[in-house]
């Protein structure tokens, strides 16, 4: 019996022995490793699977539809629904982020929180008179009373739920309901349209994939980088910022190939009869890869978030009667609703001073004949495009690196050992540009302006 029963414990040892290889074969760490990903990706995915952590979408979810139903269709409701979204998620970041980029509920959480804040604008549009709104607002307000199995659906869409982009409920509806077809009663034609967003996100995955072992931004951190001289590390944070942005590039492009197969992507037919599937574009590719412009890059990249802002925030402010601070607030809120680390606000108000400063260069270079004839040299153009480029690249970059560091003690570090160069030369343009303006300007010319 006693050897009976050692030979069952023995077996059991054996057995947990086997099942602990076992287990520590399959760790998460591994597993990611061997798919190419990063282990917190890997965890999100699976914890979506598994529901783990999913009560917080659908208490924000369920608590929205009740925000809606017992408040109608009045300004408390927005402006609670703001209110309770955007703390929920900022409450999120402060309790889970770390240093590092964290790829956790809130990932996904604040898509669905723009989502939810501009289901509830549209749903107090829906109230009002139609004389009353604007084009764009009456395309977005919604006149029925939606369902909690719609505001759910329209929530969950799993082509958007992870990275976006965003879309508004009526234009869910209308793929529910059938009609975001090119063929009348039956489904899309959508499948080459989207292997073509679909291949174009996967030659981004794979330009990704292939040069992120050799540009990271830990290394603008090491020794190594300050002991370079001032031109490799403008040129290393150049050549980065241009390359970092295409994890993003990648996710988007595949989502929207996701979009434009289900039909959510139609966009009606252009002046050809030509179905167009760009309604729920994220990048303007060309653009993006063209533009000598900081303002062109800002177009053609993350378009769906810029249009959701400008439609519900950045117009809102119309009250205030000054474009530029509704447009810095508008810049403040996008910081916040990307996380609490402070190089989130650097990276925008960087966005903002750039902007500012691009704008009156232009207009100056339009406006003097000297600059504007000089500017329309045909042989120099090829010149203008790559001091453009250069330009535009490295700040975008400079931009970045606080965007991705998060930290001020890390940003602030790579920022030293550049000497601040992008906040040293814009906020010099800054006060240059309108002493340059009147000099170069003739009165002519600013007269022509003013009539």
Known sequence: MASAAEGDVGTVAELARVLRWGLEELSLNKLATSLGASEQALRLIISIFMGHQLYHSVLCVVLQ?????????????????????????????????????????????????????????????????????????????????????EVAGFSYFYGAFLVGPQFSMNHYMKLVQGQLTDVPGKIPNST?????????????????????????????LTEDYENHPFWFRCVYMLLWGKF???????????????????????????????AKWDACANMKVWLFETTPRFSGTIASFNINTNAWVARYFFKRLKFLGNKELSQGLSLFFLALWHGLH?????????????????????????ESPTLRNLASITVLQPLYYLMQQTIHWLFMGYSMTAFCLFT????????????????????????????????????????????
């Open 244 to 274: 970092v942005l295409y994890k993003y590039v990648t996710c988007w492009l595949v989502t929207e190939g996701v979009c434009i197969l289900t039909g959510l992507g139609f966009n009606a037919f252009d002046e050809h009869g030509k």
């Open 192 to 220: 080459i349209p989207a292997l073509r967003r679909l291949s174009l996100g996967l030659v981004y995955l794979v330009g990704y994939t292939l040069l992120s072992p050799h540009i990271t931004e830990d290394y603008l």
């Open 65 to 149: 539809f009740l925000i809606l139903r017992l408040m109608g269709r009045t300004i408390t409701a927005v402006l609670a629904t703001y209110c309770f979204q955007m703390v929920y998620l900022l409450a999120g970041y402060y309790y889970t982020a770390t240093g590092n980029y964290d790829i956790k509920w809130t990932m996904p959480h604040c898509v669905l929180t723009l989502k939810l804040i501009g289901l509830a604008v549209d749903y107090f549009d829906g109230g009002k008179d139609q004389n009353s709104l604007s084009s764009e607002q009456q395309k977005y307000a919604i006149r029925g009373v939606p369902s909690l199995l």
């Open 342 to 366: 402070s190089g989130y606000l650097v990276c925008f108000q960087m966005e903002f001073l750039i902007v500012i400063v691009e704008k009156q260069a232009a207009s100056l270079i339009q």
């Open 408 to 451: 001020w003690d890390k940003w602030f570090k790579v920022y030293k050992s550049i000497y601040f160069l992008g906040h040293v030369f814009f906020l010099s343009l800054l006060f240059i540009l309108p002493y340059v303006h009147k000099a170069m300007v003739p009165r002519k010319e600013k007269l022509k302006k003013m009539g």
